[in-house]
């Protein structure tokens, strides 16, 4: 049974950095492509991240551009989000998924329809 598992969530003030973890079991980790999704409450689930099985493809959402960086460890079965300068309007529910499409490309890895596996996911709060 594959379980991905976030951490590192947490409340913050808005210029602050937080780091999510989130981390596979259940099956090989490598090969796959990996995303972050975010959902805020009374919102829809907006893409946030995401990295191709090869690391060489990064993509990332309009509103975290040149704030979040996405990386993984295979050895560790993991994927990080680096958060910084965060903003109150990054307070969401993080989750972190799987994905599951033979396809490239930003519009391959931003849909969350793209993805089988997900997290339960982490809490961040951003307070001004």
């Known amino acids: 049974q594959v379980q991905m598992v976030e951490s590192g969530g947490g409340l913050v003030q808005a210029g602050d950095s937080l780091r999510l973890s989130c981390t596979t079991s259940?099956?090989?980790?490598?090969?796959?492509?990996l995303g972050w999704f975010r959902q805020a409450p009374g919102k829809g689930r907006e893409f946030v991240a995401a990295?191709?099985?090869?690391?060489?493809?990064?993509y990332y959402g309009n509103s975290v551009k040149g704030r979040f960086t996405i990386s993984r460890d295979d050895a560790k079965n993991t994927v990080y989000l680096q958060m910084n300068n965060l903003k109150p309007e990054d307070t969401a529910t993080y989750h972190c998924a799987e994905h599951h499409q033979n396809c490239s490309g930003r519009g391959c890895y931003d849909s969350a329809s793209a993805y089988f596996y997900w997290g339960q996911g982490t809490q961040v709060t951003v307070s001004s």
């Open positions: 990295i191709s099985w090869s690391i060489s493809d990064k």
């Open positions: 259940g099956r090989t980790f490598g090969g796959t492509g």
